[in-house]
């Protein structure tokens, strides 16, 4: 899948703004907006489309919005929008609430109530990666939702943690998913998003058991990849650190059709090979590639990069710098 990319960079001075507002500000989410820079305006976005959901990842110099009543009555998508504020500042005011919030945080807006505010300020360009997606899709009652629009909360470890760099990764890698992975992508998001209000809510109790199975298990695939290097970890140390048992850890992982030292080996096996065919670390001894991602008999990493890649990891890393000299 390919994410449509906009950019008003290399467009006449006097277009940019109002091919920005046609594109974005209608389409996605219709607003009246404006600018204090109509003359020096700048615009760039990536737009992912999942069917299920809509992922946009866009810069801007400042702008002003409001979505008043009467656009809510000409053109109501009923839908949400998670923003994932990634640099600069702004002002929402929606539900009763007049909030500032900043890089770093979430913001739910809801298309079915009046909005205004801003984002940017001065020159600098403000980033924000927004996820849209229907109101009725989150599986969450209306009354306790409404509890955190235009509610800024912040990205921490734990599940809007994993949320925050789940939604990045699917933008920055749009390009390696099929369109037939995006009923999964959607089904994925929804109950990462799902549980992370849960969780700010503290509501988890009103998430279906596959909701809270998705949301765990994201957990601890994002607990593992912090530590892959730890040549000691076991599931014995990642189900204490999630409060489950072994027993339940193992359960899970069963339910992917995977073991856990299984999923700690490809994800071992995935970074070794991607530092391998690294530029970067062309004088990094084999070894210490290995060892860095918790390989530490070379003997066994070789094997086991052979039976993953069908060719041993010198050979690849042979290959891929040949690769590099023919470009």
Same mark, same amino acid.
């Given at each position: 899948?390919? /994410?449509?990319?906009?950019?008003?960079?290399?467009?006449?001075?006097?277009?940019?703004? %109002?091919?920005?507002?046609?594109?974005?500000?209608?389409?996605?989410?219709? #607003?009246?907006?404006?600018?204090?820079?109509?003359?020096?305006?700048?615009?760039?976005?990536?737009?992912?489309?999942? $069917?299920?959901?809509?992922?946009?990842?866009?810069?801007?110099?400042?702008?002003?919005?409001?979505?008043?009543?009467?656009?809510?009555?000409? &053109?109501?998508?009923?839908?949400?929008?998670?923003?994932?504020?990634? #640099?600069?500042?702004?002002?929402?005011?929606?539900?009763?609430?007049?909030?500032?919030?900043?890089?770093?945080?979430?913001?739910? +807006?809801? =298309?079915?109530?009046?909005?205004?505010?801003?984002?940017?300020?001065?020159?600098?360009?403000?980033?924000?990666?927004?996820?849209?997606? %229907?109101?009725?899709?989150?599986? !969450?009652?209306?009354?306790?939702?409404?509890?955190?629009?235009?509610?800024?909360?912040?990205?921490?470890? $734990?599940?809007?943690?994993?949320?925050?760099?789940?939604?990045?990764?699917?933008?920055?890698?749009?390009?390696?998913?099929? %369109?037939?992975?995006?009923? *999964?992508?959607?089904?994925?998001?929804?109950?990462? +998003?799902?549980?992370?209000? *849960?969780?700010?809510?503290?509501?988890?109790?009103?998430?279906?058991?596959?909701?809270?199975?998705? *949301?765990?298990?994201?957990?601890?695939?994002?607990?593992?990849?912090?530590? !892959? =290097?730890?040549?000691?970890?076991?599931?014995?140390?990642?189900?204490? &650190?999630?409060?489950?048992?072994?027993?339940?850890?193992?359960?899970?992982?069963?339910?992917?059709?995977?073991?856990?030292?299984?999923?700690?080996?490809?994800?071992?096996?995935?970074?070794?090979?991607?530092?391998?065919?690294?530029?970067?670390?062309?004088?990094?001894?084999?070894?210490?590639?290995?060892?860095?991602? $918790?390989?530490?008999? /070379? /003997?066994?990493?070789?094997?086991?990069?052979?039976? &993953?890649?069908?060719?041993?990891?010198?050979?690849?890393? +042979?290959?891929?710098?040949?690769?590099?000299?023919?470009?």
């Amino acid at each position: 899948m390919e /994410a449509l990319v906009f950019d008003t960079e290399g467009m006449a001075v006097q277009d940019r703004f %109002p091919f920005w507002y046609d594109t974005l500000s209608q389409s996605f989410m219709p #607003s009246w907006v404006t600018t204090d820079h109509p003359t020096s305006f700048y615009g760039s976005a990536r737009m992912l489309d999942l $069917g299920g959901l809509q992922l946009l990842v866009m810069s801007h110099l400042k702008v002003e919005a409001v979505r008043p009543s009467k656009l809510i009555r000409q &053109a109501d998508p009923e839908i949400f929008q998670l923003h994932l504020v990634l #640099s600069g500042k702004g002002r929402a005011v929606q539900a009763g609430r007049d909030v500032e919030f900043q890089a770093g945080q979430f913001l739910l +807006i809801d =298309s079915s109530r009046p909005l205004a505010g801003w984002r940017g300020a001065g020159d600098d360009a403000a980033e924000t990666l927004i996820v849209q997606f %229907p109101r009725a899709s989150l599986g !969450l009652r209306s009354a306790m939702i409404g509890g955190l629009v235009a509610a800024p909360f912040s990205v921490r470890d $734990g599940i809007t943690g994993v949320l925050a760099g789940h939604l990045t990764r699917l933008v920055e890698n749009a390009g390696a998913f099929t %369109p037939q992975d995006a009923e *999964a992508l959607t089904a994925i998001s929804l109950e990462l +998003i799902a549980a992370a209000c *849960a969780h700010q809510l503290e509501a988890s109790a009103s998430l279906s058991p596959e909701s809270r199975r998705q *949301a765990l298990l994201s957990l601890i695939h994002d607990f593992i990849r912090q530590r !892959l =290097s730890d040549p000691d970890l076991t599931p014995e140390t990642i189900a204490a &650190a999630h409060h489950i048992s072994v027993r339940h850890l193992y359960k899970i992982f069963q339910e992917q059709s995977t073991t856990v030292a299984a999923w700690i080996r490809r994800c071992r096996i995935e970074q070794c090979h991607r530092d391998l065919a690294d530029i970067r670390k062309r004088s990094l001894p084999i070894q210490t590639i290995a060892a860095r991602w $918790g390989f530490t008999d /070379a /003997a066994h990493f070789s094997r086991t990069f052979r039976a &993953a890649y069908g060719v041993s990891p010198r050979e690849h890393r +042979i290959s891929a710098a040949g690769n590099e000299s023919d470009l």
